[in-house]
């Protein structure tokens, strides 16, 4: 597993990790209160890409991937 250390490279590594095999990626959403902690992982069950945040900013990037990627998931079942 691996932690990708700025939001930007993770968002491209993981947009293409998702249009590579949509059928197989699929990702999780944790947070951590003890430790203040958003953790956000996918997964294609060969690669897996991790990102965690402290930063508010960050966690309303987040929200916007996720859209993004749900549009893309509901654009390729049309």
């Not at 059928?23 to 209160?33: A, F, G, L, P, Q």
């Not at 953790?39 to 966690?59: A, F, G, H, P, S």
Request: glycine share 2%; proline share 3%.
């Amino acid at each position: 597993m691996t932690f990708i250390p700025n939001w930007e490279e993770f968002e491209k590594s993981a947009e293409m990790l998702y249009l590579r095999d949509p059928v197989n990626t699929r990702y999780s959403m944790k947070y951590s209160h003890s430790q203040g902690v958003f953790l956000i992982k996918i997964t294609d069950n060969k690669k897996c890409l991790q990102y965690k945040t402290e930063i508010q900013q960050d966690v309303r990037k987040i929200d916007n991937f996720i859209s993004n990627l749900i549009r893309h998931m509901a654009s390729n079942e049309a």
